[in-house]
């Protein structure tokens, strides 16, 4: 029969209590793992990729250790909605969404989506960061996801392959790929073209097979997902500007301490500032480099001839979206 005297005895427990505690100590402080996935290339031109990046990088500034974060490009985890499902259920941690699809969960995004609404990036930033931006950030919390901000791709542009487009007229016959969305077909169907709702992941080979003539698409992306390759106009018709959103799923965000909370809101606002400024400095090379592997590129005659054919858009639209929400960035970007 073994025996403990009292010191081996009083070792014994105090060895026992420590390692309990630095158990505990080890569980309070686990890193916290966020799945964060987007559709798009993982390049260092791609819009969505680049701001995925820049918040892992923010978030391993301000809390060194905290934060695993794993990257799923290129729908690894699904199309748009499937992202955005998989946030709401707490099985995916974060991801960077196409504005337009998150307008198919919360209709107030479609606000971004009005054609020509904004004529620079500097008004779509003066709306989206201040009260009409926190209003639609905001709606997402009784869908379970959590709205961190708005990173960007850019304005919109037309690629196809039938020919140039300079006026409305151009875009007749034209069969072109729009994001699943009725306000895009309703815009794209009011200018004249012939819209194709059509999940991102099927797009390359539409347009590589004749499916589709083209597409509607920021810059970066164009050259990031090698269009060049498989298209041969580009026309400048920056129709719409490409809000991103970096998003949270809810039960991941509440699963963070308060401080921690506080550095995902931080690490995203510096992210997002970082990103837009890339995306703006590339966008001049990036023409270049689409020019260079043989696109054809031209600005639009008038812009204000596409704008006169999509107004009846803003009136079909105002109610679904808001009518408050439409009416403030109307007046904001009229400032």
Avoid at 233 to 256: D, E, G, I, P, V
Wanted: glycine content about 8%; aromatic content about 8%; proline content about 4%.
């Amino acid at each position: 029969m073994t025996c403990f005297n009292r010191k081996t005895l009083t070792s014994a427990l105090g060895a026992a209590v420590a390692a309990v505690l630095l158990g505990s100590a080890a569980i309070s402080h686990a890193q916290t793992t966020i799945k964060l996935g987007w559709t798009t290339a993982d390049s260092k031109v791609d819009p969505y990729a680049i701001a995925a990046h820049y918040f892992a990088e923010e978030l391993e500034s301000a809390a060194p250790g905290e934060f695993d974060v794993q990257f799923f490009p290129n729908h690894q985890l699904g199309d748009d909605t499937a992202m955005l499902q998989a946030m709401q259920f707490g099985t995916m941690g974060a991801g960077v969404i196409t504005g337009t699809q998150v307008g198919t969960l919360e209709p107030a995004f479609q606000l971004n989506d009005l054609p020509f609404l904004y004529a620079n990036n500097e008004q779509a930033h003066k709306v989206l960061d201040g009260e009409v931006g926190q209003k639609l950030l905001s709606l997402l919390d009784a869908k379970g996801i959590v709205g961190l901000g708005f990173p960007e791709a850019g304005f919109r542009h037309t690629i196809n392959n039938k020919g140039p487009i300079r006026t409305p007229e151009d875009f007749s016959g034209v069969k072109l790929r729009v994001q699943p969305s009725e306000l895009f077909i309703a815009s794209f169907r009011a200018i004249g073209a012939n819209p194709v709702p059509m999940a991102w992941s099927d797009v390359f080979t539409a347009v590589q097979q004749g499916t589709v003539d083209g597409l509607e698409i920021p810059l970066p992306v164009i050259f990031a997902n090698k269009y060049p390759e498989v298209t041969d106009y580009l026309s400048l018709t920056s129709h719409t500007y490409n809000a991103l959103a970096l998003l949270m799923s809810k039960q991941t965000f509440q699963k963070l301490s308060a401080e921690n909370q506080e550095v995902v809101r931080q690490a995203a606002k510096r992210a997002i500032e970082r990103q837009r400024a890339t995306v703006a400095s590339n966008n001049d090379e990036v023409l270049a480099q689409i020019e260079a592997a043989g696109m054809s590129v031209n600005e639009v005659d008038d812009v204000g001839a596409f704008r006169n054919k999509v107004s009846g858009v803003y009136d079909e639209y105002r109610s679904k979206i808001g009518a408050d929400i439409v009416n403030k960035a109307l007046e904001q970007v009229a400032e």
